[in-house]
């Protein structure tokens, strides 16, 4: 499974049918150690008749993985897991084929259409038979927000929840759509979405009512920082909107981030300035003036956004845009 990576642009990891046959098994393990923690590949194909394409789409700290190959198995090892951990966990939807899963004792079947869920800090094993595909949605423990405990006995009985439909069909558009949506100035925003889904999903799945409230606790930055990123062109966000959207007192929003060695404000500004840096050279933003873009983006002030762009970027967001069309 992927580790979690933050890229300007999608990448198209692999597509075999550009890669000589003798070399497609060793171009699929270096595709994979670009985007993955270490494991052991076996094909279940002849060497000459692996087939695979691979690509990477940026969603914030999150990613999508896809996986369009013949048979192959991964086995993640107690050995591989002590040269390298990531703290990242994938919750991924079958596309084609029947995945076979094996993690913390429990085995899967995952057939077309359904999810899964691995965690990259411990030990597994997946393969599939014939043609098949995956989709992944990576996402790292800290941006999660939940204790392993919760994670590993969600991942168990994910089908159980009333959410699982829900986030399986989220997680099917999103990455149908990943090209298009993972090039939009929202894509982090986007990003942060679908985790708030994946914990809520974990939560009802692992039916531990008694950790709700600690859950709640523990993840209130995370919880505001993607409910911002979906309102950042309203000018009236702030402390006191997040708060109360939150149901929290101002003081305890600014402790919470605080405690994760942010400052809320300067978050929240450079947040802003991110989502109107990329929008500015978006195709849609080409065609727009500045000061819509940073009306759309929470500025209602184009001198005090100019000024703040300057600050963050060395350079004005006319600069910018310029430097972007003629490059």
Known sequence: MPRSARREVPVLLLDTATVAPEDRVSAFRAAFDQASAPCRIEHLDPADQVRSRMHLWPFGAANVFTTDASGFRLVRTPRHVRRESPAIVALAIQTRGEGRFRQFGDDAVVPAGELMLSDLTAPYEFSWTGSGGSRAFQVPYELLGLPPDVVRAGAAHLRSSPLYGLVRDHLQRLTDGADELSA???????????????????????????????????????????????????????????????????????????????????????????????????????????????????????????????????MTPREWRRLHVTG
């Open 184 to 314: 939009d100035s929202g894509a982090a925003a986007l990003g942060a979405a679908t985790v708030d889904l994946v914990r809520a999903l974990l939560v009802s799945a692992a039916g531990r009512d008694d950790l709700a409230g600690a859950v709640r606790e523990e993840t209130l930055a995370t919880r505001v920082r993607a409910y911002a990123g979906r309102h950042l062109g309203d000018t009236a966000l702030g402390p006191g909107t997040l708060a109360a959207a939150h149901n929290v007192s101002v003081r305890r929003l600014y402790q919470a981030f605080a405690d994760d060695g942010t400052s809320l404000e300067q978050w929240l500004i450079g947040q802003r300035l991110e989502a109107a840096r990329a929008a500015l050279v978006s195709p849609a933003g080409l065609r727009r003036s500045v000061q819509a873009t940073a009306r759309a983006h929470g500025f209602d002030s184009p001198s005090h956004f100019s000024r703040r762009f300057r600050q963050a970027y060395g």
